[in-house]
């Protein structure tokens, strides 16, 4: 039971360097979501996709860009990094938030620092 | 627009008394709300979830959450802290509503940090 599965774990990048955050779910679940989290402000929503070929801009998506060309897949893609991009960032999928037991089952995060 | 506000950032208790951490939601529709737990240098788990069914929720770890709709809150209590239940706790606010004006994101309130003292 893989569930929500987020490579790397951990990178460090020059700023201006450009690198793509995996995600990958193998729960068939139609929803998928990136939030970055900083110390004191919670998990803001990056990007979220209701479902394969759908994307939408969350709270703070600026400097990202994300596709949904497959269901299981979820892409985060910084093209030119930047100090202010030096967070924890955490893929989450879920099956439909309409639904009345929905959750979010969430990766183990991937720590990147832009120096 | 949903949202939620969870009005301490850090909590202390000692240990063997009672936990309260408070979440407040605002919501056009009917929404989903969740408590989840991050241990340091940990993942995100899911603690309880209210989703129209029984108003007071009962989670893990002897958590659970009463929904209050009059009072838009959703608060987390345990009668009797433990060392271990120190860690971060979100309230999150999802879904809900009828199908033109649903609002499909989930949305995470900023965390409280809870501190448990010998």
């Known amino acids: 039971n893989a569930g929500v599965t987020q490579t790397p774990k951990f990178r460090i990048l020059k700023i201006g360097q450009s690198m793509t955050l995996q995600c990958t779910q193998d729960?068939?679940?139609?929803?998928m979501y990136w939030y970055r989290q900083d110390p004191g402000m919670g998990l803001k929503l990056i990007y979220y996709?209701?479902?394969?070929?759908?994307?939408d801009k969350g709270e703070v998506p600026n400097g990202y860009n994300v596709s949904r060309s497959t269901t299981e897949d979820f892409p985060l893609r910084l093209e030119l990094a930047a100090p202010s991009q030096t967070s924890v960032y955490f893929c989450?999928?879920?099956?439909?938030?309409?639904?009345?037991?929905?959750?979010?089952?969430f990766g183990q995060g991937t720590r990147l620092t832009v120096v | 627009a949903q949202s939620v506000t969870q009005l301490d950032s850090h909590v202390s208790v000692s240990e063997g008394t009672p936990v309260l951490l408070r979440c407040n939601y605002s919501s056009s529709y009917s929404p989903s709300l969740f408590w989840y737990v991050q241990h340091p240098n940990k993942g995100l788990q899911l603690l309880l979830k209210?989703?129209?069914?029984?108003?007071l929720v009962k989670g893990i770890n002897g958590f659970e959450a009463e929904f209050k709709k009059s009072e838009t809150s959703f608060h987390l209590t345990k009668p009797s802290a433990h060392m271990s239940d120190a860690a971060e706790y979100f309230c999150v606010v999802s879904g809900g509503g009828e199908l033109m004006n649903r609002d499909d994101k989930i949305i995470f309130g900023k965390g409280t940090r809870l501190h448990i003292l010998p």
């Open positions: 729960m068939n679940h139609n929803y």
């Open positions: 989450a999928s879920s099956d439909d938030t309409q639904a009345t037991d929905t959750e979010a089952f």
């Open positions: 996709s209701v479902g394969a070929g759908i994307t």
């Open positions: 209210y989703t129209s069914a029984a108003t």
